[in-house]
């Protein structure tokens, strides 16, 4: 078997850390497969948290957090991500409360 992993997408990266990759060499049709399965904006992807702070409900509660978002390169930091109405693209979250922690 192959052991060449190859990188299918770098939306998430800079933002949740997820590098996606596949067992498989650049152009294989495995990589090809998935990489156009993010091209084609077919992936769904949820995220699980633990926020500290204010509150978002009860469980069971639901609600979506929207903002035009900018993301742009720092010398010596890496990128920075910032809200801008003017240079951001709309980014839209959707969230449900799960469970509830007490300190």
Do not use: I
């Amino acid at each position: 078997g192959s052991d060449v992993l190859c990188m299918v997408s770098r939306l998430d990266y800079p933002t949740s850390g997820v590098l996606p990759v596949v067992l498989g060499a650049e152009g294989s049709a495995t990589a090809s497969w998935f990489q156009a399965q993010f091209a084609g904006r077919l992936v769904h992807k949820d995220y699980v948290c633990a926020c500290e702070g204010r509150s978002l409900g009860a469980v069971g509660s639901r609600g979506v957090l929207s903002a035009a978002l900018h993301t742009s390169e720092v010398e010596g930091t890496g990128v920075r991500t910032e809200v801008s109405h003017e240079l951001g693209r709309v980014a839209c979250t959707k969230y449900m409360v799960l469970a509830r922690y007490s300190p």
